[in-house]
Structures are given as C-alpha cells and as structure tokens.
C-alpha cells in the first residue's frame, strides 16, 4: 500500500510541476519557445511507453480538467479533440510505429501535434464565422507556428521519453 501512496504522490508532484512550468514559465517565453505544450509531448512520450492504458486516461483527465478552466474555447472542446487526438495517436502507434524507438516517437508526437491544432484552427474557423463577422486566417504565420511547435514538443517528448525510460531501469 505504501508504494502505490508513493507513486501517486509523485504522480501528482509530476503532473503539479509540468502545469506550473506549462502555465507559468512556457505560456510567458519569448516567441518561438512558447509554442511548445508540454501535455503534447507527455502524452505522446507515455503513449509510447506505457502499455497500461489507464495510466494515460488518467493523465488525460487531469490534463483535460485543467486545459478546460483555462481555454477560451467553449466547456468540453478542448477535452474533446484531447481525446480524438490520443486515439489518433494509439491508432498509428499501434498499427504503423509499432517500435519504441525515438524516429517513432517524433512521428507519434508531430501526428498528435499536427490534429490538435488543425481541429483547433478548424472550430476557430468554424465559430467565427457562425458568430462573428467573417474572418480570414493566415495560414502561413499557423503553419510557421505548427512547425516550431512540433520541433519543440518532439524534443520535449524525447527528453521525457529518455527520463521514464532511465527511471525504469534505475529501479
């Protein structure tokens, strides 16, 4: 009983600090270092490593509840595409990157990177022209985003990657 105290103390330690440096130190870099979402890359680093699926539910919900008190997207969308995107994710590292390897997770976690801000750019699309006045996107200043943000959140995924895999065999 002690050691599953112990692991879900330092779960939350974990989780407590990747959302403070998520909303206190990424949220305020300068431009190109505050693309990075570390939720991306942690799931997609678990994704790859864990094959307990209950696990990465469980840090999907906590990322979702807090994602959701500070979006400005209306309540339940960013759980939404959050849970379209890990199945997007699971769907082609089960059945393409089948290996845990790094090449694998910078493909997994660009996958993911790639639909979570498409369907984000989509239903901004979407709710702007419903309820406001037409708008036009550039697009080329989101793809310039998009690549810095998956350049970033796959070396942050690697970076976590490589600390679980050290941790496990530490023990």
């Known amino acids: 009983m002690n ?5 879900i ?21 300068i431009y190109p270092l505050n693309r990075l979402q570390l939720f ?11 094959k307990n699926d209950s696990y990465i539910w469980a840090w999907w919900i906590a990322f979702a509840v807090i994602l959701n008190s500070y979006s400005i997207y209306p309540i339940f969308v960013i759980p939404l595409i959050l849970t379209f995107t890990i199945l997007i994710s699971k769907f082609f590292f089960n059945n393409f990157f089948t290996n845990r390897s790094y090449y694998s997770l910078i493909v997994v976690c660009s996958i993911a990177t ?29 793809f310039i985003d ?19 895999k050290k941790l496990k065999y530490a023990r």
């Open 114 to 142: 790639i639909f979570y801000n498409v369907s984000l750019l989509w239903l901004k699309y979407i709710i702007n022209n419903l309820y406001f006045q037409k708008m036009r996107f550039t697009l080329d200043i989101f």
């Open 9 to 29: 103390s330092i779960n939350f330690l974990f989780f407590f600090m990747l959302f403070a440096a998520q909303l206190a130190i990424i949220a305020n870099a």
């Open 146 to 164: 998009l690549l810095w943000q998956i350049l970033f959140n796959s070396l942050a995924a690697i970076i976590l990657f490589a600390f679980f």
């Open 40 to 50: 991306l890359s942690l799931l997609s680093a678990m994704l790859l490593f864990n």
């Open 3 to 7: 050691k599953k105290i112990k692991k």
